[in-house]
């Protein structure tokens, strides 16, 4: 059985920092293109970073600068290190690991909230 499990959400004030943890299981972890999306109340999920297997990375222009993503082979773990946190950052994040294989495989773990607020 496939779980990710996000951890690391929580409160904190505009111009702070929180890193959002995803422990993956039930996959080859090193196969997949990992990625962190985010959905803010009233919007539509949007992508935030990723990182591939060969530990490319990309970034929404909203993230680039302020947000890094990483990943431990070792701990099947993917991280995201956000700064500089706005109000506007505020969201629901979600993990994604995504592969082909022929087709599309993705799975999603259930999400972690971020708040940024004074």
């Known amino acids: 059985q496939v779980q990710l499990v996000e951890s690391g959400g929580g409160l904190v004030q505009p111009g702070g920092s929180l890193r959002l943890s995803c422990a993956a299981s039930?996959?080859?972890?090193?196969?997949?293109?990992m990625a962190w999306y985010r959905q803010a109340p009233g919007k539509e999920r949007e992508f935030v970073a990723s990182?591939?297997?060969?530990?490319?990375?990309n970034y929404a222009d909203s993230a680039k600068g302020r947000f890094t993503i990483s990943r431990d082979i070792a701990k099947n773990t993917v991280y995201l290190q956000m700064n500089s946190l706005k109000p506007e950052d505020t969201a629901v994040y979600y993990c994604?690991?995504?592969?082909?294989?022929?087709?599309?495989?993705?799975?999603w773990g259930k999400g972690t909230l971020v708040t940024v607020s004074s």
């Open positions: 990182i591939t297997s060969g530990a490319n990375t």
């Open positions: 994604n690991a995504d592969r082909w294989v022929g087709n599309r495989v993705e799975y």
């Open positions: 039930g996959i080859v972890f090193s196969f997949y293109t």
